[in-house]
């Protein structure tokens, strides 16, 4: 391997690792908010499904949602991000958010969950504050 591949090579796992260790808010969400946000076009759901959402990022495991789970930033670009992410009981999922606008996410996910593969796509939409104005949650 040349001198070159070899710090190329070096750079990018360096990269990723400044990357995990960044900030928990990826760059791409931090122009997102905490609030109430209706998710539509996931399985199973038969109209939209609202809410209260602490931290946008934790809309990256929505498949998992209510589990407590590792997430690792991939790629963090300015307008979308990749979020890896691992579960207990060997499930896991990898997410990318698009930021359509502040108040608005396409997030393509897939992964495993009940020992099964999963892919699908939802809209992410934030609709206002929590009820109560108490502290937000994921579930």
Not at 71 to 84: A, E, L, N, Q
Not at 112 to 118: A, E, G, H, R, T
């Amino acid at each position: 391997m040349t001198g070159m591949r070899k710090f190329a090579l070096l750079a990018a796992g360096a990269g990723g690792v400044l990357t995990l260790a960044a900030a928990q808010t990826p760059a791409a969400l931090r122009t997102t908010s905490p609030g109430l946000w209706e998710i539509t076009g996931a399985p199973g759901l038969k109209g939209p499904l609202r809410e209260c959402v602490a931290d946008p990022t934790v809309l990256a495991q929505f498949e998992h949602r209510g589990k407590s789970c590792s997430r690792s930033v991939i790629v963090d670009g300015p307008s979308w991000t990749v979020i890896h992410y691992n579960c207990p009981a060997g499930e896991f999922g990898e997410s990318k958010l698009t930021v359509i606008t502040p108040r608005a996410l396409r997030i393509e996910t897939q992964g495993i969950s009940d020992k099964l593969p999963f892919h699908y796509v939802i809209q992410a939409r934030r609709v206002g504050e929590c009820a109560g104005r108490q502290s937000a949650s994921a579930h």
